[in-house]
DNA sequence: TAAATTTGCAACTAATTGGTTTCTTAATTT
DNA sequence: AAATTAAGAAACCAATTAGTTGCAAATTTA
């Protein structure tokens, strides 16, 4: 019942109901007629996206309008940065490799 | 049965697994070390992040080298791209109505 | 060649997950 | 006031998951 964003974005559905949300706000009807299973289990996925803080709610009468925290979607940018770090420097890398590479190149036609 | 990356990740060991490997390729009893399971757990989830291309596999006499393959996890950057977009629009509306506010204060200044 | 090491695979188990059905509460319509 | 609508809560179920134990195959080492 503990999880955490990376468990919440791991459903398919949950990954669409955010799709959904992200431009506008919707209440819970209106995103399960975007799917074929129950509004129960659209309900269920919602309860799992707010307790990871992904969606904010806003109640407007009886109705209750589901809306993506972008913020939070940052946290799974923040993980990923550790490794973007790393294809960027072996980019680096290859960049230093065809630099030398073209070097030796000017040397040998140098002496040509 | 049939994971994808965002199943893949949503799992912590399996994180901390990717994290481990992101620089050198290691061995399952290697990784293992790291953790408080066991061999084979560790083996359970390096076999569920091949099944997705996460990671490959370099075979050296009896030993398994496994290497984190980077490009996959972009695929995971690029789903969070589109809600990158979403948020920079927003920021950059920011901005348009931190500009607008700037020019009234402006044309009030102008004007005492 | 025999023993040890490294690894993957299959069977089993407990816990978790996604879904359904039924029920209750609260806010609108009629 | 009665009927309707929107939505969360609880109980239940089938499928999946992460983990364990035991075993077999392949490569080293003694």
């Known amino acids: 019942m503990r999880r955490d964003i990376f468990q919440a974005i791991a459903d ?3 990954r669409a109901i955010i799709g959904l949300i992200a431009i506008q ?3 819970p009807n209106a995103i399960a007629e975007h799917f074929e ?3 129960q289990a659209i309900s269920k996925h ?3 996206l707010s307790e990871c803080e992904l969606i ?3 109640q407007k009468g009886r109705e209750i309008f589901y809306q993506l925290e972008l913020n939070k979607l ?3 940018d923040q993980w990923l940065a550790q490794f973007k770090a ?3 420097n072996r980019f680096n890398e290859l960049d230093t490799i065809l630099a030398n590479l073209k070097n030796k190149t000017d040397e040998n036609e140098s002496t040509i």
């Open 12 to 14: 398919p559905t949950r």
């Open 56 to 58: 904010q709610q806003e």
């Open 25 to 27: 706000a919707m209440t």
């Open 37 to 39: 299973t129950s509004r």
């Open 74 to 76: 940052k946290e799974i």
């Open 46 to 48: 919602l309860r799992i």
């Open 86 to 88: 790393i294809w960027e």
